[in-house]
């Protein structure tokens, strides 16, 4: 298996370390290393090459936006992604404006954290942060019964579908109908596209879910 490198920006060491051991699960990474976020890193970022930089967030914006703005001019062709508990529009809008690529909300568990991950270094999932929160297109949309989120919910942590059937007393293939119907609603392709949209939208919690008609904010492999 081809390994690719991701580089942690952070200016925490207890954060850092969190974001380190989540990566443990990410499939087909390895943590290249760790940079202080405090002080300028060009330099060390265009000498490891990274498929990937994680920019956590930083106690002040401004600095938050300087290394994503130094690791997009050190490395050009490098994924960013922005790890933040502020998913407003306006502030995934600067840190797109700043070279970001993605973000990734700190609510998510450590195997959902790293399952996405892995989809966006591989280049298997985009989510374009300017547009997230933002008003929707009209085409599709629903709502997600409280069953169908209850069964997201468990394939979010991680869960199989044999695991969903047995802890639910269902069959494998009516586990399969849900995922079915919630991908339609999510307008998504697969589990790690609709666990992402889960957490970055908040839609557990809830007996139920409006889903916004998908599209200015979907995610796209």
């Not at 380190?20 to 890193?41: F, K």
């Not at 929160?133 to 997201?152: D, F, H």
């Not at 979010?156 to 009516?174: D, F, P």
Request: glycine residues 8%; contains cysteine.
């Amino acid at each position: 298996m081809m390994f690719r490198q991701v580089l942690v920006i952070t200016e925490q060491r207890s954060s850092g370390e969190s974001i380190r051991r989540a990566l443990r699960h990410a499939r087909g990474c390895h943590v290249a290393g760790g940079v202080d976020g405090r002080m300028p890193s060009a330099a060390e970022i265009a000498n490891i090459k990274p498929h990937l930089v994680l920019v956590d967030e930083m106690r002040t914006r401004s600095v938050t936006l300087a290394r994503i703005r130094e690791v997009r001019a050190a490395a050009p062709g490098t994924k960013i992604a922005l790890v933040t508990r502020d998913l407003r529009p306006d502030a995934l809008a600067e840190a797109t404006e700043a070279g970001a690529d993605a973000a990734l909300g700190r609510s998510m568990d450590a195997m959902t954290f790293a399952m996405v991950v892995s989809a966006v270094v591989a280049g298997q999932l985009y989510y374009p942060v300017a547009t997230v929160g933002a008003p929707p297109a009209s085409r599709g949309g629903g709502v997600l019964t409280a069953r169908e989120l209850q069964v997201l919910e468990m394939v979010s942590s991680g869960a199989s579908n044999g695991r969903i059937a047995k802890s639910l007393w269902v069959t494998e293939q009516t586990v399969k109908y849900h995922l079915s119907n919630i991908y339609r609603k999510l307008d998504v392709s697969n589990r790690t596209q609709a666990s992402y949209y889960a957490h970055v939208h908040g839609l557990f919690g809830h007996g139920a879910a409006t889903v916004p008609a998908a599209t200015t904010d979907r995610i796209a492999a």
